[in-house]
């Protein structure tokens, strides 16, 4: 998996749940899930070694300074972090979403704005992270 191309580790960081997306420069989509918060540093060391990280882009909102903090101190591995701003991600994700994943049978009636995902979304919102970073980092090249 591993050439010229950087690994970029997605975090949406929260306070019961966090989101985590792991994608190639190529925006190659390796892996993402939703964990609870707890387990967060865990599974970034997991999927640091799995993947071979060589960047975390975070939030920059509500407890982005905390989760920040806890990384420094707690990663096994150093790692440089870029915080992304991550306003309207939410809204963003739930269309990504149903994008992901279209509806079936009788839910694709419903229209999309009025649809709630079944599940949490954060995982979506780390990859929209990564995606925006990816685009600043073109506009400044």
């Known amino acids: 998996m591993k050439n010229t191309e950087m690994i970029i580790l997605g975090f949406d ?18 892996d993402h899930q939703v964990v609870l918060a707890e387990e967060a540093i865990v599974s970034i060391d997991k999927w640091c070694e799995k ?7 975070m ?14 101190q707690e990663l096994n591995k150093a790692m440089k972090i870029v915080l992304v701003d991550e306003r309207n991600s939410t809204l963003e994700a739930r269309d990504r979403y149903w994008q992901m994943y279209p509806p079936q049978g009788i839910k694709k009636l419903i229209p999309q704005g009025m649809r709630q995902p079944p599940r949490p979304i954060d995982d979506i919102v780390a990859i929209l992270l990564i995606e925006r970073y990816l685009k600043l980092k073109l506009q400044v090249s």
């Not at 960081?13 to 190659?28: R, S």
């Not at 993947?51 to 882009?57: A, K, N, P, R």
């Not at 939030?59 to 420094?72: A, H, I, M, N, Y």
């Open 59 to 72: 939030g920059d909102q509500t407890t982005s300074k905390k989760w920040r903090k806890k990384l420094d």
């Open 13 to 30: 960081p929260g306070k019961d749940k966090c989101g985590l997306a792991v994608m190639g420069t190529d925006q190659t989509l390796y």
């Open 51 to 57: 993947f071979g990280v060589d960047l975390l882009v």
